[in-house]
């Protein structure tokens, strides 16, 4: 009855009514647009089943090439450490090593001209270790890799197949020709996989082993026994733990193991050498979020934007409590009236919150379509120009949870603001 009553005093003053829910729907919606980007960049877990069994052995924000010695945590492991992690740990259900960074290059598909597509380069084992299914098609395993230049082959995201090939089974019949490599696509990834990364998300995923016909030169897949101090750091490393097995004993085990690698690396110098050149490790974190130097560049500006869009709301806030009060002021005949006739204070007082709780209701249903339209837009400034950055922010449990709690503390500010007036 209380609800009732209070949508007919809203629809009465049609004025108030439209200020109050645009206030309310402008404070919720850029909050909730912003959080949108935050729980896509930071929050949201990996599309992959049991995504909280993840760990990475490396640094998760590193991203890039490092030709030279490094000491203390390493960022990333050589094509050598992780081949020797992956034969001497047993904590693993499964482990994969990816490229710590997109590629983008100009390749020719089917013959035609040059054409700009974002390639990374994973280890056999990559999709079985996320558990992500296929599409269409197969992933390529273990026994396509037989050594450098031996797989061919290429995974296509979902994305990709769609954009360029209309969904046809074409693409597996072109054939693509990147460097000196020419790679034919086996399969197509689940619609929602975008790698284990957040941020540029790969157009293709190629095995490891063609990475000297790939990109023609140093032979990152081998270190130079000669030169022990020019090994080339490019890959990071993931595994999906064991049920039951912890970060801290998986840790325990990959520290032995770890050990022995870097140990045998530097057998061959003086003592004192080799004392300074084997004070390395790896850290385990969990990476049920996944990796991304993206999100390193990214989580300072978002926060920023949490913090005006906060004040933002708090404004919408103080505005809808002045709105409130002079609505108040104009109804304290009727107040009088209801408290002459016996109503008790407390009933009128909820009679108020009831209409503030409709307002809030309103105001959040504007918000979250203002969210909408507000994150459409940024993502299409996101992904504008060749680096673009797709991210899926469908909405979650953690965004409809947000939404609400703002909403309701809205109500709660703005009830506090007016009974202080």
């Not at 990996?46 to 010695?69: C, D, F, H, K, Y």
């Not at 459409?376 to 922010?393: H, I, R």
Request: with cysteine.
């Amino acid at each position: 009855m209380d609800f009732r009553f209070g949508l007919r005093m809203l629809l009465k003053t049609p004025g108030f009514t439209a200020v109050a829910i645009l206030s309310l729907a402008l404070g919720i919606g850029a909050n909730t647009a912003i959080f949108s980007l935050v729980n896509a960049i930071l929050l949201k877990m990996l599309p992959v089943p049991n995504p909280e069994q993840m760990v990475v052995l490396t640094n998760r924000s590193a991203s890039g090439v490092n030709i030279g010695m490094s000491n203390g945590v390493r960022d990333n492991l050589t094509t050598r450490e992780f081949e020797a992690l992956r034969a001497n740990t047993g904590i693993f259900a499964g482990i994969f090593a990816s490229q710590s960074q997109v590629n983008r290059r100009d390749v020719e598909i089917g013959g035609l001209a040059p054409e700009p597509v974002r390639m990374r380069l994973v280890s056999a084992g990559y999709f079985e270790a996320l558990k992500t299914r296929m599409a269409a098609g197969r992933s390529f395993t273990g026994t396509d890799d037989r050594g450098p230049g031996t797989a061919p082959y290429a995974v296509a995201s979902y994305d990709f197949w769609q954009r360029r090939f209309g969904g046809s089974s074409k693409i597996f019949d072109d054939t693509i020709q990147a460097g000196r490599a020419t790679l034919r696509v086996i399969g197509v990834a689940e619609p929602r996989f975008r790698g284990e990364a957040v941020g540029p998300a790969p157009d293709l995923w190629i095995p490891l082993n063609m990475q000297p016909q790939l990109m023609p030169g140093r032979n990152w897949l081998r270190d130079d026994p000669e030169h022990p101090f020019e090994k080339v750091s490019w890959l990071h490393v993931l595994g999906r733990l064991k049920p039951g097995v912890t970060v801290k004993q998986a840790q325990a085990n990959v520290d032995l193991a770890f050990a022995r690698v870097v140990a045998d690396e530097f057998a061959g110098l003086p003592e004192n050498e080799r004392k300074e050149a084997t004070r390395q490790s790896v850290k385990i974190s969990e990476a049920s979020t996944g990796v991304s130097s993206f999100r390193g560049d990214a989580t300072e500006p978002l926060f920023v934007l949490m913090g005006i869009v906060a004040m933002v709301l708090l404004i919408a806030c103080a505005n809808v409590a002045n709105l409130l009060l002079a609505r108040a002021t104009a109804r304290q005949k009727e107040i009088d009236i209801r408290l002459a006739l016996g109503a008790q204070r407390a009933r009128v007082i909820r009679q108020f919150l009831a209409e503030s709780i409709l307002l809030a209701v309103l105001g959040g249903i504007g918000g979250v379509g203002l969210a909408y339209l507000g994150v459409t837009a940024l993502l299409k400034f996101l992904q504008t120009g060749p680096d673009g950055v797709p991210l899926d922010v469908s909405p979650d449990w953690r965004v409809m949870t947000f939404s609400v709690v703002v909403s309701l503390l809205r109500n709660l500010n703005a009830e506090l603001l007016l009974s202080m007036s």
